[in-house]
């Protein structure tokens, strides 16, 4: 399960982030109550507290341990 991180442009693979999460991937809304994934928009701007370790691929993936919706 993953969502990808689109700064720029979303045509440009090299500016992309794949954030791989799971069941204890913790998400919050801008009110800081939980949400789940599927709460989650197109567009919407987020923080991702993530894994140090990220691959050497493109686009890179880390795994997420919060999300947080601004």
């Known amino acids: 399960m993953y969502i990808f991180l689109e700064p720029d ?3 440009n693979i090299y500016t992309q982030t794949r ?3 799971s069941e204890e991937t ?3 809304n801008c009110e800081y ?4 994934i599927n709460d989650l ?8 507290y993530h894994s140090n370790a990220m691959t ?12 947080e919706v601004k």
Request: charged residues 10%.
């Open 9 to 11: 442009d979303p045509n």
């Open 19 to 21: 954030l791989v999460y």
């Open 26 to 28: 913790l998400i919050l």
């Open 33 to 36: 109550n939980e949400i789940s």
């Open 41 to 48: 928009r197109v567009g919407d701007f987020i923080v991702a």
């Open 56 to 67: 050497m691929s493109i686009p890179p993936q880390t795994s997420v341990y919060i999300i």
